[in-house]
């Protein structure tokens, strides 16, 4: 059932654990030394199911069990609420995920778009976007002629209704490739 049990020194950011029975992301760990060489490790984790937020301290023997997740592929349907909805593209059955769960991934996902999906214990918990994904502008104002000093950006608006800063040179009707774990915009994407 378990994958394995993880030490201190192998529980590091983006980890994902099993505690209080939900799989747990590791969000930020920090690790600090204690007298005569001791270490502990201070985490911040986030609940893959519900999204909240948990703190806790290990140190020296302490162990984390690895949550045993699998992975699939799903599509993007549509949201309803505060539900979101995706087929799972190997069994097309459909699924709701709750949308505060989903963090920002929401701004970048149009109908269609396949993302990856992390089951636990049989059931889908959550979604893991592409670092890089290509999205249509659908607002972009002009340029304005001599506003380049250094890297002069503006707003555009994509397909999704989400901003995000992008060159001047942009165009409406444009697609663009935007970063996920940044917010940023990347290049235009090729035709």
Same mark, same amino acid.
């Given at each position: 059932?378990?994958? %394995?049990?993880?030490?201190?020194?192998?529980?590091?950011?983006?980890?994902?654990?099993?505690? #209080?029975?939900?799989?747990?992301?590791?969000?930020?760990?920090?690790?600090?030394?204690?007298?005569?060489?001791?270490?502990?490790?201070?985490?911040?984790?986030?609940?893959?199911?519900?999204?909240?937020?948990?703190?806790?301290?290990?140190?020296?023997?302490?162990?984390?069990?690895? &949550?045993?997740?699998?992975?699939?592929?799903?599509?993007?349907?549509?949201?309803?609420?505060?539900? &979101? !909805?995706?087929?799972?593209?190997?069994? !097309?059955?459909?699924?709701?995920?709750?949308?505060?769960? @989903?963090? %920002? &991934?929401?701004?970048? @996902?149009?109908?269609?778009?396949?993302?990856?999906? @992390?089951?636990?214990?049989?059931?889908?918990?959550?979604?893991?976007?592409?670092?890089?994904?290509? @999205?249509?502008?659908?607002?972009?104002?002009?340029?304005?002629?001599?506003?380049? &000093?250094?890297?002069?950006?503006?707003?555009?608006?994509?397909?999704?209704?989400?901003?995000? %800063?992008?060159?001047?040179?942009?165009?409406?009707?444009?697609?663009?490739?935007? #970063?996920?774990?940044?917010?940023?915009?990347?290049?235009?994407?090729?035709?």
């Amino acid at each position: 059932m378990y994958k %394995n049990m993880l030490d201190i020194s192998q529980v590091k950011l983006g980890s994902i654990v099993k505690t #209080n029975d939900a799989p747990y992301v590791i969000i930020r760990a920090d690790q600090k030394q204690v007298g005569r060489g001791g270490s502990i490790k201070v985490l911040k984790m986030k609940n893959l199911i519900n999204g909240s937020v948990l703190e806790k301290t290990i140190q020296g023997n302490d162990k984390m069990v690895e &949550a045993d997740l699998e992975r699939g592929k799903a599509s993007y349907l549509y949201v309803d609420g505060e539900e &979101a !909805y995706f087929m799972d593209s190997t069994s !097309y059955e459909q699924f709701s995920l709750e949308k505060s769960s @989903l963090g %920002n &991934a929401l701004k970048y @996902l149009t109908e269609g778009a396949e993302v990856d999906i @992390l089951i636990f214990e049989e059931k889908p918990v959550s979604i893991q976007l592409p670092t890089k994904i290509k @999205l249509k502008v659908t607002e972009a104002p002009p340029g304005v002629k001599g506003d380049t &000093a250094g890297s002069a950006t503006k707003t555009i608006i994509l397909e999704t209704g989400h901003r995000v %800063n992008a060159p001047l040179f942009i165009k409406e009707g444009e697609e663009v490739i935007i #970063n996920t774990d940044t917010d940023s915009y990347v290049e235009r994407a090729n035709k």
